[in-house]
């Protein structure tokens, strides 16, 4: 995989978290039209809990942030679609969502040009994500089990 050209995002992202030692940071190549690259890492809150979270670049201006939350009760799917919409309207930068088999994901899109794109933004949308889940993980996954009663 060595002769696989990375999209300028992929880079720069990259080159930025060996320079500052962000070694967490595990880079997965796709090898596809869009020349994609993932960086995978799990976000560990205070209490301990990983959280599975990527970073999806590729050639386009769209770029994601995606953490997994946990799962929810599928059975409960409309309860649970109430509590993820009324949720959705009081966040700005993040969107959660739900999967058909129940995985709660939380979402946090980029639009960045591939000459604009700035790997200090993106470091910095992580550490808000982080911020956002110290205070709100449980009470979202909490809620989201009690949409199965």
Do not use: C, W
Request: net charge neutral; aromatic share 6%.
């Amino acid at each position: 995989m060595a002769d696989v050209k990375l999209n300028a995002k992929v880079e720069k992202l990259d080159k930025y978290f060996k320079e500052n030692k962000l070694d967490m940071f595990a880079l997965q190549n796709v090898e596809d039209a869009m020349k994609t690259g993932i960086f995978r890492v799990n976000m560990e809150l205070k209490s301990g809990e990983k959280l599975p979270a990527a970073i999806l670049l590729d050639g386009s201006v769209y770029s994601l942030i995606q953490v997994q939350l946990g799962m929810a009760a599928v059975k409960g799917y409309a309860k649970v679609a109430k509590i993820v919409n009324n949720l959705n309207n009081g966040l700005r930068m993040f969107k959660v969502t739900v999967t058909d088999n129940g995985d709660v994901l939380l979402n946090a899109p980029l639009i960045f040009a591939e000459d604009k794109f700035e790997p200090v933004m993106v470091h910095a949308i992580v550490i808000e994500i982080l911020k956002f889940l110290e205070t709100n993980h449980k009470v979202i996954m909490d809620a989201l089990k009690a949409a199965d009663k």
